[in-house]
């Protein structure tokens, strides 16, 4: 059974700083894994889409990273903004099509 | 193209009574899949259905939950007979199928059983 963890579960920073959130994963028979972001009282925002195939995706200031064999993926948001503050969620989707999430990382950007 | 829609934003139910759910899918996508996310845990599957047909209801409440997806018309997530329990906030994605192209979520509906 797949499970997804999240670390930090929640995390404060500086406006323009460059972070990192992680996402690890105990099943590596992946089909694909997604980041989402989600804002209180909201859905979910598909951000990234990383295909098991592929190593890593961009778009913007983000960055996500793949690492099968370890069980990891990893979102780097570059030069921060108040505006990124939310909470960003992993998901990995296997052979059954269900998405499974982690509980996610809650993200404050602070001016 | 309006993404998923799903209707209502809230909904607000007394304990017996029954919630109805509606999802319509984006234009081009079959697949339809539903999620609960419980006050402060992760979003946890539910069921995922294509047309006339459910796929996999591995998630779903043994009792009082049903699921559909009819050839005319939007999903519908059916909770009978709701208790505090189920107050949660329910999401519907979609997507084209195992394609690799990823789900696309809507908005989601908060359920508040009083």
């Known amino acids: 059974k797949q499970e997804v963890t999240q670390i930090p579960a929640a995390l404060s920073v500086p406006e323009g700083e460059n972070l990192v959130l992680n996402c690890s994963f105990t099943?590596?028979?992946?089909?694909?894994l997604q980041w989402f972001r989600q804002d209180p009282g909201k859905g979910l925002t598909s951000l990234l889409l990383?295909?098991?195939?592929?190593r890593e995706q961009t778009s913007g200031r983000l960055n996500a990273s793949l690492d099968k064999s370890s069980g990891r993926s990893t979102l780097y948001i570059a030069a921060s903004q108040p505006g990124d503050s939310a909470t960003y969620l992993c998901a990995t989707q296997g052979g059954s099509e269900k998405l499974v999430f982690g509980k996610g990382t809650k993200l404050t950007v602070n001016p | 193209n309006a993404g998923v829609m799903q209707n209502p934003r809230h909904l607000v139910r007394r304990r017996g009574q029954e919630a109805r759910l509606r999802c319509s899918p984006m234009k081009g996508h079959s697949h339809v899949y539903w999620y609960r996310q419980l006050p402060e845990e992760g979003l946890k599957f539910m069921v995922y259905l294509q047309k006339e047909n459910i796929i996999d209801e591995s998630g779903m409440p043994k009792e009082r939950f049903s699921a559909e997806f009819p050839k005319e018309g939007p999903s519908i997530l059916r909770i009978q007979q709701v208790v505090r329990g189920d107050s949660a906030a329910y999401f519907c994605a979609s997507s084209r199928g195992r394609d690799n192209y990823g789900y696309t979520f809507g908005s989601g509906t908060r359920l508040t059983v009083v």
């Open positions: 990383i295909q098991s195939s592929q």
């Open positions: 099943d590596s028979a992946i089909y694909n």
